[in-house]
């Protein structure tokens, strides 16, 4: 019933959109799932090329211009325990950062916190992720969150790792193992 409502609202909000064109503030999210067919702006093809290739995935499926905008500006930032910036930025500020500027939506600021947030929904199997969905993983020890992307596509997502931040496949045999849940982020 909550998937029919987060569907039901996300329609609205992408015809509310579609009919209100005009000029766009800061402040206008871009939710779009990858199933629905959408006119892009031509002038974005080549950062939709870039991560259409890096994804493996048709160029039509790269919609949300703002978030692989967002991706672009941070990717191969380093990696910060407690790093807030481009100097330097952990998982969860990461993620943190990328749902206030794409979505317009606060999160707290620690995996753990994420993970057990009222507004995340959890689910477990991986095969329903779709873009925007939070991945949760424990690696420092099994019994706790220690970890969070959020996922792409194509079985990938986007973290901030010791690699720094970086997009990686959940079918890796690292993160396999490490994997925990999945969080879809309720808009109220």
């Keep these: 019933m909550r998937a029919f409502k987060f569907l039901l609202l996300l329609l609205i909000t992408i015809s509310l959109v579609a009919c209100f064109g005009g000029k766009k ?15 892009v702006d031509p002038s974005y093809n080549a950062l939709r090329e870039k991560y259409a290739r890096m994804l493996g995935v048709p160029l039509d ?14 990717l191969n930032t380093p990696y910060k325990w407690g790093g807030t910036d481009k100097n330097g930025i952990d ?15 606060s999160i707290p600021r620690v995996a753990v916190d994420q993970f057990f947030n009222r507004n995340v929904e959890k689910f477990r199997r991986s095969r329903y992720l779709v873009e925007g969905d939070l991945v949760f993983f ?10 969070v992307g959020l996922y792409l596509c194509n079985r990938q997502f986007i973290n901030a ?8 496949n959940l079918d890796d045999p ?5 994997y925990v849940s999945a969080g879809r982020v309720k808009v109220n």
Excluded at 61 to 74: G, M, P, R
């Design 138 to 147: 424990h690696t420092v020890n099994e019994r706790t969150i220690s970890h």
């Design 161 to 168: 790792s010791s690699k720094g931040v970086t997009i990686a």
């Design 174 to 178: 690292y993160w396999r193992t490490k």
């Design 61 to 74: 499926s790269i919609t949300n211009v703002k978030l692989y905008a967002f991706i672009d500006e941070w």
């Design 25 to 39: 503030s800061s402040k206008d999210k871009i939710v779009v799932s990858s199933q629905t067919k959408v006119k």
């Design 91 to 105: 998982c969860s500020a990461f993620i943190q950062k990328l749902l206030l500027e794409v979505y317009d939506i």
